[in-house]
């Protein structure tokens, strides 16, 4: 398990460990969605260029909000999706983390999104870009990547 400040600075723990985090019950999501190799993000409206992700609605899976999100932030169509880790923020906020295989891209549906961002290479540090969400100026994003890279999925 990891540990440390996000960019707010809140505690954050992330593990990999499905027994860990198949103990507990999270209310959000993040996907890292994978589409010809490359890592497809949502530039939101006023954040900024961020991995797609959002709540779990009452009476949804941690699974189905994952599909869902990946679909309305990027247009995505999943072909697979694994749920690879999780997070929390400030003991309160708790992130299931999935990877996901794309099968094709649609235009975005959410009302918070203004496109779909794909880049030539993925960047791997994103701390202190401006043109970056706050929310990935943590280590989740590079620890995750990182793990996310060696996953079937992203080739």
Known sequence: MYAFSDDFGLPVTLTFDPKEYSLQEA???????????KLLFTRHRQRGIELPGGKIEPDESSLAAAVREAYEETGA????????????????????????RVLRCDAPTG????????????????K?????S?????????????????HPFAT
């Open 77 to 100: 169509i999943l072909d697979a999706i694994e749920r690879i880790g999780q997070y929390t923020v400030n003991e309160e906020l708790r992130k299931d983390i999935y990877i996901a």
């Open 128 to 132: 202190g870009n401006p043109l970056f």
């Open 27 to 37: 209310r959000h999501v993040l996907i890292f969605a994978f589409w010809q190799g």
């Open 111 to 126: 009302t918070d999104v203004a496109e779909t961002v794909i880049f030539e290479e993925i960047p791997v540090s994103v």
């Open 134 to 150: 706050r929310i990935l100026q943590d280590d989740v994003y590079p620890l995750a990547l990182d793990r996310a890279l060696r």
